[in-house]
């Protein structure tokens, strides 16, 4: 069974920065891409990072020179640093796995950007 489960997400202020953690079950981390997804109120879910098995990384362009995905593999965690936010960064930021065909979501963690 797979499964993932975010953390560090919170208030802060506008250029502000968070780091959200995805602990990730098994041996997966190491396997699959593992992404962040965020949704804001009233909008679709939106793909902001991905990290590969091999740590390549993707950013969306709104995110760019702004984020940084990563990943421990000991810890078996990946990471979202967010710097610089902004209001409209406010969403639930989810982690997100697909493993052998199946998709896998975290439950998310709600990031307010906002003074």
């Known amino acids: 069974q797979v499964q993932l489960v975010e953390s560090g997400g919170g208030l802060v202020q506008p250029g502000g920065s968070l780091r959200l953690s995805c602990s990730v079950s098994?041996?997966?981390?190491?396997?699959?891409?593992i992404d962040w997804y965020r949704q804001a109120p009233g909008k679709e879910r939106e793909l902001v990072a991905t990290?590969?098995?091999?740590?390549?990384?993707y950013y969306t362009d709104f995110v760019k020179g702004r984020f940084t995905i990563s990943r421990d593999n000991a810890r078996n965690t990946v990471y979202l640093q967010m710097s610089s936010l902004k209001p409209e960064d406010t969403a639930v930021y989810s982690c997100h796995t697909n493993y052998i065909g199946r998709h896998y979501w975290g439950q998310g963690t709600q990031v307010t950007v906002s003074s």
């Open positions: 990290i590969t098995g091999v740590s390549n990384t």
């Open positions: 098994g041996s997966i981390i190491r396997l699959a891409p």
